[in-house]
Nanobody, 121 residues
Framework: QVQLVESGGGLVQAGGSLTLSCAAS????????MGWYRQAPGKQRELVAS???????NYVDSAKGRFTISRDNAKKTVSLQMNSLKPEDTAVYYC???????????????WGQGTQVTSSS
């Protein structure tokens, strides 16, 4: 019903930059909060950054000052600009969106397939 397609992952040297993008499609009545999570090997998935439909943002402490999340409500996209990447940023990054598919439905979480980000030292 709802698909989230990510792009932009890859391998970069420490100190480099990457931009992740995610596009939502399908049956969408309203697109509420969107965000990026990451999961490193042997660790739990954690929220990296989120943004509401009104543009309010939230970042994990380790991302503050280095990452910037943005969204285009008309295009149903969310992006994560990552600068000054560190080896500890290496993880699979997942796009997340809270979606209502009809006016009467409850909001629910949808996830992208994940994209690998590797920052080498």
């Amino acid at each position: 019903q709802v698909q989230l397609v990510e792009s932009g992952g890859g391998l970069v040297q420490a100190g480099g930059s990457l931009t992740l993008s995610c596009a939502a499609s399908g049956i969408i009545f309203s697109l509420n909060a969107m965000g990026w999570y990451r999961q490193a090997p042997g660790k739990q998935r954690e929220l990296v950054a989120s943004i509401t439909s009104g543009g309010s943002t939230n970042y994990v402490d380790s991302a503050k000052g280095r990452f910037t999340i943005s969204r285009d409500n008309a295009k149903k996209t969310v992006s994560l600009q990552m600068n000054s990447l560190k080896p500890e940023d290496t993880a699979v990054y997942y796009c997340n969106a809270v979606v209502k598919i009809t006016i009467a439905s409850r909001p629910r979480d949808y996830w992208g397939q994940g994209t690998q980000v590797t920052s080498s030292s």
